[in-house]
């Protein structure tokens, strides 16, 4: 495969990773029982329009809002981080978390994160 093919690859990759994004956003804002104007207001966000480009997969979480996207979904704010790196940033997700498959679920990516450091912890 060339480049070019690589980088189409890449790049229709990404764009699903971001649709999938989304729909987890818009699941984690409907449990935490949020509009898109609520949650919108809650991140400081100027326009709800920019919550539904989000959960459409056509945007994606600024970096800089991680803390305050996660505190208003009700969301530990390390796991939302590791999870938008996850569909982000793929490439560096699996560089961190020595992952090169990762979940097709988030929740279960970061269960066994955390399983994979309480044994740790205890030396197993």
Do not use: C
């Amino acid at each position: 495969m060339n480049m070019n093919q690589q980088r189409l690859k890449d790049a229709g990759d990404i764009a699903e990773l971001r649709k999938e994004a989304g729909l987890w956003l818009r699941d984690k804002r409907e449990t935490a029982g949020l509009s898109q104007r609520e949650l919108a207001t809650k991140v400081g966000f100027d326009y709800y329009t920019f919550i539904s480009q989000i959960e459409a997969g056509r945007g994606k979480v600024p970096s800089e809002r991680y803390e305050a996207y996660s505190v208003a979904l009700n969301l530990d704010p390390r796991e939302f981080a590791i999870t938008m790196l996850r569909y982000n940033d793929p490439h560096t997700y699996a560089l961190i978390f020595g992952e090169r498959e990762q979940s097709a679920n988030p929740d279960v990516a970061a269960l066994e994160e955390r399983l994979r450091r309480l044994e740790a912890m205890l030396g197993a």
